[in-house]
């Protein structure tokens, strides 16, 4: 009878999935930092027809609905307004409308945004 008192062999060890666990993250980091989330619109808005359309500048979207309605974030009516900021607003304010509003109902909007110091305002619309 012979005794072995050597160390015993060891298993291979396989591949470790540590180094794609790290690219997972950095592509997820990297995603997450180059995409751009907007918030859903509040509701449809189809932009009037103009022959000449360019895409807007600013940070501040204000939404006008086919009734008459003003939204802004979460905001709606006379308080969407006042919740704008002429300070934030570089270089203006972009009103997405609906072509389906009523034109004495953006005047008066305009009018409004204008009182609460708006110098410039960018109204969307969309090529025919």
């Known amino acids: 009878m012979s005794l072995d008192f050597s160390p015993p ?26 995409a751009q989330i907007a918030p859903p619109e509040p509701f449809e ?15 501040q979207l204000l939404y006008l609905s086919d009734k008459g309605v003003l939204q802004f974030q979460d905001s709606q009516g006379a308080a969407a307004i006042a919740a704008l900021s002429p300070e934030g607003a570089k270089p203006g304010l972009v009103l997405r409308a609906d072509g389906a509003a009523k034109g004495h109902r953006l005047a008066e909007v305009m009018a409004d945004l204008r009182k609460a110091g708006f110098d410039r305002i960018e109204l969307v619309v969309q090529q025919p």
Do not use: C
């Not at 808005?45 to 940070?59: L, Y």
């Open 9 to 34: 062999q060891r298993k291979p060890q396989g591949e470790s999935i540590v180094p794609m666990i790290n690219v997972v993250f950095l592509l997820l980091i990297f995603f997450l930092m180059t």
């Open 45 to 59: 808005v189809a932009p009037p027809k103009a022959q000449k359309a360019s895409d807007p500048k600013a940070d």
